[in-house]
T-cell receptor
Framework: DAGVIQSPRHEVTEMGQEVTLRCKPISGHDYLFWYRQTMMRGLELLIYFNNNVPIDDSGMPEDRFSAKMPNASFSTLKIQPSEPRDSAVYFC?????????FGPGTRLTVL | AQKVTQAQTEISVVEKEDVTLDCVYETRDTTYYLFWYKQPPSGELVFLIRRNSFDEQNEISGRYSWNFQKSTSSFNFTITASQVVDSAVYFCAFDNYGQNFVFGPGTRLSVLP
């Protein structure tokens, strides 16, 4: 298995633009998580899904953030409109029976 | 609310020394998971271990070992004979079976040659 796949790896955009981050979990994993990492706040859980259903989105910072999981092999995290304070590394992770693996992350820079 | 504390912000050791990274968690739950992850300078998060709260047996994997003590709410991580490649930020994390996921602030380990 290729592991958790995220795209793009780097994204630079201007304030006000829409940003879409993508994640492909490991096949067979039934949990998917979106995290954000910044120097100031460390690793924060934004939202997670179980069997494609959003379970807890209390970590989503505000309405500008939304996440979907249309099927077991794909999820998106969208920010609209983006702001400079959204600059961070966004990680996707998926969980199997005994482990939770992270993707390589998307480094987002909002100018 | 659940909380994970990693009191050591930064640790520096010389290669071949043993080093222990501390992790203390707070919870009222009786069933939960604990994790350790490694984040090297390249930025990825590498899964090291997941431990179920029912299993207090210590675990050893090569130079890595973990000491889980439910009585003191600690899940410490020891690297034996450290190497330069062990230099990274190490995160301890807590998960109460899908209701709360909490990461500690991390400990930055520098292993000097």
């Amino acid at each position: 298995d290729a592991g958790v796949i995220q795209s793009p790896r780097h994204e630079v955009t201007e304030m006000g633009q829409e940003v879409t981050l993508r994640c492909k979990p490991i096949s067979g994993h039934d949990y998917l998580f979106w995290y954000r990492q910044t120097m100031m706040r460390g690793l924060e859980l934004l939202i997670y899904f179980n069997n494609n259903v959003p379970i807890d989105d209390s970590g989503m910072p505000e309405d500008r953030f939304s996440a979907k999981m249309p099927n077991a092999s794909f999820s998106t995290l969208k920010i609209q409109p983006s702001e400079p304070r959204d600059s961070a590394v966004y990680f996707c992770a998926s969980r199997g029976r005994n482990e939770q693996f992270f993707g390589p992350g998307t480094r987002l820079t909002v100018l | 609310a659940q909380k994970v504390t990693q009191a050591q912000t930064e640790i520096s050791v010389v290669e071949k020394e043993d080093v222990t990274l501390d992790c203390v968690y707070e919870t009222r739950d009786t069933t939960y998971y604990l994790f350790w992850y490694k984040q090297p300078p390249s930025g990825e998060l590498v899964f090291l271990i997941r431990r179920n709260s029912f299993d207090e047996q210590n675990e050893i994997s090569g130079r890595y070992s973990w000491n889980f003590q439910k009585s003191t709410s600690s899940f410490n991580f020891t690297i034996t004979a450290s190497q330069v490649v062990d230099s990274a930020v190490y995160f301890c994390a807590f998960d109460n079976y899908g209701q709360n996921f909490v990461f500690g602030p991390g400990t930055r380990l520098s292993v000097l040659p």
